[in-house]
Each structure stands twice: as C-alpha cells, then as structure tokens.
Nanobody, 127 residues
C-alpha cells in the first residue's frame, strides 16, 4: 500500500490544522492506520491510530483531548484533526499502515509494527 500525507504548514499556537493521508494499492479497509511524528533531534513517536472499522482509536497522552483521528474508507483517506496546537507539536508528521489484527492492537504505538509509511508533512506551530 502506498501512502501520501498532505496538509502540513505553519499555524499559530492555539490554532487548528487537519492533515490527510491518501492510500492506494491494496484494500485500504483491511488496514489499521496511524500517525507518528518526529521533531528535530528526537525519535519518531506515536501520535494516534485507528482500526480498519474506525471503531477503535488510540492516542498518545500528549495529544489526547486535542487531536482526533478519523477515516473514510470510501475515499481511502485517514485524517487527524489537530486542535489547540502547541509549539511542542512542531514536527514532521508521518502516516503509517498495518494489517488490522491482534498484533496491531497490542503494538499499535510502536514504529516497528508498521510496514508501510508515507513521506512526512511538516507542521510548524509558532508561539
């Protein structure tokens, strides 16, 4: 499955931004999807994940209550809506895909769990 992330940019602290990740190739609805981010000089970290059905969602503590992940299987797209952005949210954001199943549900927060990655999109939050 091929992934392409869109929607990064510059936003002021307290503002909102909606990213999107378009998937092509294999059956999108078979895959759980996730967003990770990587700030300069830091390791890539988990942000949010969503099951193939959309019924199960997971969030990093740092974004819980501010970010919402959703998906549209008809459009082969997954979205994180990011609200109340903070300067510490500045990073390159990556979308990733993995077959939905018991392994993903246990390991959804791990970079190593995802075999498919898109190129990142930069989000910069100014103070």
């Amino acid at each position: 499955v091929q992934l392409q992330a869109f929607g990064g940019g510059l936003v002021q602290a307290g503002g909102s931004l909606r990213l999107s990740c378009a998937a092509s190739g294999r059956t999108f609805s078979s895959y759980a999807m996730a967003w990770f981010r990587q700030a300069p000089g830091k390791e890539r970290e988990f942000v949010a994940a969503i099951s193939w059905s959309g019924f199960s969602t997971y969030y990093a503590d740092s974004v819980k209550g501010r970010f919402t992940i959703s998906r549209d299987n008809a459009q082969n797209t997954v979205y994180p809506q990011m609200n109340s952005l903070k300067p510490e949210d500045t990073a390159v954001y990556y979308c990733a895909a993995d077959l939905d199943g018991s392994s993903w549900r246990r390991r959804h927060q791990l970079v190593s769990e995802y075999p498919y990655w898109g190129k990142g999109t930069l989000v910069t939050v100014s103070s």
